[in-house]
């Protein structure tokens, strides 16, 4: 490619009053002198040119009519004739490639004055060989950057998406084909230039493999990178039961998205499957227990808000002391963990509860003893909730509130005071409060204890095998890496 300059080609003429005379005798005139062609810089031609160099070329004339029209100038064998005529005084070419021994380039440039007067010059030099590239013997690496974790469970029916990233080792990502295959090696995909695929409604397999690899433009071919996982029906059950609402009282699905994906975060790694009481409505007992068995082995139920009513909701409903499908499922073995400020007083029956009722039932929630004889508390406010050191679970030391996402230092809970002791139910304290920043005590009572490390969490175990969980806090409102250690803890408990 040819860049050109524009500049000045007239010469300068010299004399202000008489024009063309000798300065020896300015009475006769001067000579006609020939138009001259003058190349002022060109290629050196002692040596060859490296390859894929560029060159340029500047020129001047001189004499004639001293009135220059414009060049005009080729490269052979780039060109093979005269280009338009232009008033310039240099040029440039980009990349020339030499041939096998050695390629001669000739430059032609040639000059015309208003008389028609014209000067020709030619200068001529090599560009040495083209040395070929070393071929390209780097096999390309190829990650997978998302997927299932190694060795979890997926729960069938649902979507999975897969992501990766390539490397050439000579910076041409964006030139790599990919290959994958899933759930096994048998099936494999055409070269793709892509790095994300998704399958819907997955079905059973176990162990169920994804792979991918990658090629590059000279046919170079990774590794295949692969990760490993379970596919099988959903053991767990996500159960959303609350519908957070805007200022203006509008369904706020921003939070919505954001608390279920805290949620699933915190289930990754579990087959689990979803169920949003405010889209699906009300489950029935067919739902949760087919045949006597139930379909899923643990229920996780949440419930992130400190507002609203219990009235029409899931919990209202089927977890109320006369029948039921949620007492229906724990009857028949299913475990059960619940989490949010607002579990406690929305199953409320009595307080203090007594036999037969749900939170006495399936919490293990006493109704003797005590101050005022209750069992539990509205809440009070607290600053984090801290691992009681009676227990060995692997549970985080302490879950301060996420000041990100819940925009101050305080959570809330009905607080629990007494569990049952008996052949029935053993209850075990996992969590209690952090400092109670009310400022006043209870006015009922001036002399009510300070409630730090008053329980906050904790889990029953019963005689027949099944276990409940209670976080009585806003889960949501902590950070996610203690609550999925939390959760992990728990359901570990719980045999998932």
């Known amino acids: 490619m040819k860049k050109i300059v524009f500049l000045l080609a007239a010469g300068l003429m010299v004399g202000a009053i008489i024009v063309g005379c000798s300065t020896e005798e300015p009475w006769e005139?001067?000579?006609?002198?020939?138009?001259?062609?003058?190349?002022?810089?060109?290629?050196?031609?002692?040596?060859?040119?490296?390859?894929?160099?560029s060159v340029s070329f500047s020129w001047s004339a001189t004499g004639g009519s001293e009135k220059i029209l414009g060049y005009e100038w080729y490269l052979e064998p780039l060109e093979s004739d005269w280009g338009d005529i232009a008033n310039v005084t240099s040029v440039t070419y980009d990349t020339l490639h030499g041939d096998v021994g050695g390629l001669t380039y000739t430059f032609h440039i040639r000059v015309t004055d208003d008389a028609s007067n014209t000067a020709t010059v030619t200068r001529s030099f090599t560009v040495a060989e083209a040395v070929p590239p070393e071929?390209?013997?780097?096999?390309?690496?190829?990650?997978?950057?998302?997927?299932?974790?190694?060795?979890?469970?997926?729960?069938?029916?649902?979507?999975?998406?897969?992501?990766?990233?390539?490397?050439?080792?000579?910076?041409?990502?964006?030139?790599?084909?990919?290959?994958?295959?899933?759930?096994?090696?048998?099936?494999?995909?055409?070269?793709?230039?892509?790095t994300t695929v998704s399958f819907a409604d997955v079905n059973d397999n176990d162990p169920a493999i994804f792979y991918v690899r990658g090629r590059d433009q000279d046919s170079n071919t990774s590794d295949w990178d692969s990760v490993a996982f379970i596919i099988q029906p959903a053991t767990i059950l996500y159960v959303d039961d609350f519908l957070w609402l805007?200022?203006?009282?509008?369904?706020?699905?921003?939070?919505?998205?954001?608390?279920?994906?805290?949620?699933?975060?915190?289930?990754e790694g579990y087959a689990f499957a979803e169920w949003d009481f405010y889209i699906q409505g009300m489950p029935d007992s067919s739902d949760l227990v087919v045949g006597g068995n139930p379909v899923y082995s643990t229920i996780v139920w949440c419930s992130d808000s400190d507002v609203g009513s219990s009235d029409g909701t899931w919990w209202y409903d089927i977890a109320a002391n006369d029948g039921g499908a949620l007492r229906y499922y724990l009857e028949n073995g299913g475990n059960l963990l619940v989490t949010g400020p607002l579990v406690l007083p929305w199953m409320y029956n009595t307080n203090p509860p007594s036999a037969g009722d749900f939170e006495y039932d399936w919490f293990g929630i006493d109704s003797t003893g005590g101050d005022e004889g209750l069992a539990w508390d509205y809440w009070w406010w607290f600053t984090w909730a801290v691992k009681d050191t009676g227990t060995a679970l692997d549970l985080p030391d302490s879950m301060k509130i996420d000041v990100a996402k819940n925009g101050d230092q305080d959570d809330y809970a009905a607080e629990i005071i007494h569990f049952r002791d008996d052949a029935t139910v053993t209850s075990e304290v996992i969590f209690t409060w952090g400092v109670w920043v009310d400022g006043e005590p209870p006015i009922y009572d001036p002399d009510y204890p300070h409630p730090y490390g008053w329980p906050v969490g904790h889990i029953s175990t019963f005689t027949t095998g099944q276990k409940t969980a209670m976080l009585n806090f806003d889960t949501y409102a902590m950070p996610l890496p203690e609550i999925r250690q939390t959760f992990i803890a728990i359901l570990t408990e719980f045999g998932e």
């Open 246 to 267: 805007d200022n203006d009282g509008n369904p706020d699905m921003p939070k919505e998205r954001d608390q279920k994906q805290f949620y699933r975060d915190a289930l």
């Open 135 to 194: 071929p390209d013997t780097t096999a390309p690496t190829v990650s997978i950057t998302q997927s299932p974790t190694e060795g979890s469970y997926v729960a069938s029916g649902s979507s999975i998406e897969f992501a990766w990233e390539g490397d050439d080792g000579k910076g041409n990502n964006d030139i790599i084909e990919y290959q994958y295959a899933f759930p096994t090696i048998d099936s494999v995909s055409e070269w793709l230039n892509v």
């Open 29 to 53: 005139p001067n000579p006609t002198r020939a138009l001259e062609l003058v190349v002022v810089s060109a290629p050196d031609t002692s040596t060859a040119i490296p390859d894929n160099s």
